[in-house]
């Protein structure tokens, strides 16, 4: 978890990716650096001396009119393709919760986490991680995506679940990245607008 | 109904809360004395869930992620101690509706982060249809209540925590009926979600607009 997470590209000049530790974060490319101070998020412009209050909604704001994921994702030619390491752990079974003998509800257990990729284009999502349930499926037959601060858990046909937590990328651009590709699949199929990703994937007409 | 661990963390975490935030709390008369509720927040930081729980005198059932309750032995045995229900994100979970609605049934009030996450940026995100679903099944009060402060204090993305001003606001319960059948309480869903979008933002403390800085 960092800033950078939150902060994965530069909101003053679109570079991707930020570079960062903790809570400060800067740009390779113009210089500019954001670090959380006091519960602040203080901006510093390349070649000046004074900090600037800035909010975060502002800087997500600044990413996504930068292209959010989607630049660094796209190759020359305009194909798509975008890849990240990952311990890559798949779901073993669903415990019960108990307490004082009621039922309260179900607990995913995950089995042992293996070093892995996840790599996407415009149709599919890879997994590879050396586990005979590792593969690759079609951005339309993903149930739900849901991300947590450091990890993607993709939700898969056949009851599968396989989370990802990141080894050196930004689960949040992850979270975005796969959200705009599985909108642009159902719409590309003529199958409505997604409204929603989790617990399962949603389209209204 | 407060259980016995309910009631000790309440107190102890109170503390504990006092020490991570200088809270204040606001509206708390909205809060039923009796009877069930269901309790709208929005969700920005993990101290969330731990500021309202000790700031409301009614147990609250707040739904958490089903994965905390699998993250290590100390989560598993406290969570469901402090009234949390597992709700699992990445498939429909009719066990834990049942489980909310039993409480609500015993006279307990229950919490739903209607965004279902935290938010990244600490905006309030868009509702969870399942979430509202639940509202309009239950038909019982619902109050909003808004966290302000704890993004500032612990956002998602950070490890580190900063004591900084927080508020808790509770607001007028909303009422919205019971609406019996999947018809009526998909026809009321969009109506319901502009309303307890409407309550929560008017909770809310709009902050300062600042223009993006240029360097002059």
């Known amino acids: 978890m960092a800033l950078v997470d939150l902060c994965y590209r530069c909101p003053q000049c679109g570079h991707d990716p930020m570079s960062g530790e903790g809570d400060v974060a800067w740009c390779a490319s113009c210089g500019v650096r954001i670090e959380r101070s006091r519960g602040r998020l203080l901006l510093s412009l390349p070649g000046g001396d004074r900090r600037f209050d800035v909010s975060a909604l502002d800087l997500c704001r600044r ?26 752990s798949w779901q073993l079974s669903e415990r019960a919760v108990r307490y004082r003998g009621v039922l309260r509800g179900f607990a995913e257990s995950m089995g042992p986490a293996a070093q892995g990729t996840i790599t996407v284009d415009r149709e599919r ?11 690759s499926w079609r951005h339309l037959d993903l149930r739900a995506v849901q991300a947590s601060s450091s990890s993607l858990q993709l ?4 009851d599968q679940l396989v989370q990802l937590r990141f080894l050196d990328d930004s689960p949040r651009r992850w979270e975005t990245l796969m959200r705009r590709l599985i909108t642009d699949a159902y719409e590309r199929a003529g199958r409505g607008r997604v409204v929603e990703f989790q617990p399962r994937i949603v389209t209204r007409w | 109904m407060v259980s016995g661990w309910y009631a000790f963390f309440r107190v102890a975490l109170g503390w504990i809360g006092k020490v991570l935030t200088q809270c204040r709390v606001s509206g708390t008369s909205h809060i039923p004395r009796e009877g069930p509720f269901i309790l709208v927040a929005n969700h920005e930081s993990i101290l969330d869930p731990l500021l309202i729980q000790t700031n409301c005198r009614r147990t609250v059932h707040f739904f ?9 032995a100390l989560f598993r045995w406290f969570l469901p101690r402090v009234a949390a229900i597992p709700a699992r994100r990445y498939r429909v979970d009719p066990q834990s509706v049942r489980t ?11 919490g739903i982060y209607l965004e279902g996450e935290r938010s990244w940026e600490g905006a309030l995100r868009p509702f969870r249809r399942g979430s509202i679903r639940l509202i309009l099944k239950a038909g019982v009060p619902v109050v909003p209540c808004h966290v302000s ?20 606001r509770y607001g007028e319960p909303l009422h919205f009926g019971v609406h019996d059948t999947r018809a009526e309480r998909e026809s009321a869903l969009e109506p319901a979600a502009r309303r307890l979008r409407q309550a929560l933002l ?9 223009p993006w800085p240029t360097g002059a």
Not at chain 1, 75 to 83: I, K, V
Not at chain 2, 202 to 210: D, G
């Open chain 1, 63 to 88: 990413i996504e009119e930068h292209g959010g994921p989607i630049t660094r994702a796209t190759r020359d030619g305009g194909a798509l393709e975008y890849q990240a390491r990952a311990r890559v």
């Open chain 1, 125 to 135: 999502v890879h997994v590879e991680c050396g586990d005979r349930r590792a593969g």
């Open chain 1, 155 to 158: 939700s898969l046909p056949g």
């Open chain 2, 64 to 72: 958490a992620k089903s994965t905390q309750f699998g993250a290590n």
């Open chain 2, 100 to 110: 909310a609605l039993r409480a609500l049934e015993r006279g307990d009030g229950v």
């Open chain 2, 149 to 168: 402060g704890t993004y500032d204090a612990w956002p998602r993305w950070t490890r580190s925590r900063w004591r900084s001003p927080v508020h808790v």
């Open chain 2, 202 to 210: 008017a909770l809310a403390v709009e902050p300062p607009h600042r």
